[in-house]
């Protein structure tokens, strides 16, 4: 190795070392914990359910009330693009429904299983029994016979399919007939809602109108739900900054240093989506906590416009370098 790489290398491992300093340093005079900062901010979006925000999505609340209400209801989709917050919705949903007695939720995260499979996985999860029969035949007779044992003592089973838009037509067939599923007073006993990018839409309207005169694809259109998530906005970001200090603060006093013109910034760049907002925050905290601890001169701990373009800047030379 160069004495040249080894010099880079060097100066990248101090410059990764003084970062928990300087932003533990920072978080001190922003009144906040860093190891909530840490649970807070990941890769992967929103991490803890004290920072879903509510109001980019509220609708959805009310549709999947709805929904749940209405005997006739089958089948849900919930659609978006990668990083809008699929999951944080799915994670944020499924705790408060298994809250409620009435509901119990069997998720399947691998849509890419056979649907004997995925059979096998809900009887698993709902009978809380390690083994299942062999056959196609003997598992849906089990898997009919606990739905509508749970249905009859007041529990609706709902199967939710992350990354659905994997599903092929026989998991698709598979699902809408577990739906049908009645107990002998005609209650249906299972609902299903399915989550996936823009494109498990066009399925499943692809698979439901395969047959436009058949009775059945019309009673699965009459009970059929679709929501988009919507992007986030400046406000929603910035009342997300919010969350995120109280969420952070070590004593319920922590400060948020953001700007409004910082989050009109940041939804430049991330396009609305919660992931991309959630990594950018990330990124501009550290670069603002890194040139507050190198740099006497910059006492201010507000987080502006100027501040996001820096780490901006900051990020796109440390690439390229």
């Known amino acids: 190795m160069s004495k040249d790489a080894k010099k880079k290398i ?174 002998f007073d005609g209650l249906k006993v299972c609902k299903i809602i399915l989550t996936g990018t823009p494109i498990l839409q066009k399925k499943v309207d692809q698979f439901l109108e395969t047959n436009p005169e058949d009775a059945q694809a019309y009673d699965d259109r009459s009970a059929f739900f679709t929501f988009e998530l919507s992007k986030w906005t400046n406000k929603h970001i910035f009342e997300w900054w919010d969350l995120l200090a109280d969420f952070s603060s070590s004593g319920g006093d922590g400060i948020n240093p953001f700007t409004k013109d910082a989050a009109d910034e940041v939804l430049n760049f991330s396009e609305g989506k919660p992931r991309s907002i959630t990594q950018l925050t990330q990124m501009i905290l550290i670069d603002k906590a890194s040139r507050v601890s190198k740099n006497n001169k910059e006492t201010d701990i507000t987080i502006t416009k100027s501040d996001v373009l820096l780490a901006l800047e900051t990020q796109l030379n440390t690439s390229q370098g």
């Open 10 to 183: 060097n100066s990248l491992k101090a410059g990764l070392n003084s970062y928990p300093k300087a932003l533990k340093s920072y978080c001190k005079t922003l009144n906040w914990d860093i190891t909530r900062l840490r649970i807070a901010l990941t890769d992967e979006g929103i991490a803890d359910e004290a920072l879903y925000l509510d109001a980019p999505n509220i609708k959805i609340i009310d549709l999947l009330t709805r929904f749940l209400s209405l005997s006739e209801s089958s089948i849900f989709v919930m659609h978006a693009p990668v990083g809008m917050g699929k999951s944080s919705t799915k994670d944020f949903t499924i705790k408060t429904l298994n809250d409620e007695k009435e509901f119990y939720v069997a998720v399947v995260n691998n849509p890419r299983m056979t649907a004997l499979q995925i059979l096998k996985q809900v009887l698993r999860d709902i009978t809380s029994n390690d083994t299942a029969p062999r056959t196609m035949d003997l598992v849906w007779n089990q898997l009919q016979s606990s739905l509508v044992e749970l249905r009859e003592g007041g529990i609706t089973t709902i199967v939710w399919i992350d990354e659905a838009e994997k599903l092929n037509s026989e998991k698709l067939s598979l699902l809408r007939a577990m739906a049908d599923i009645k107990t």
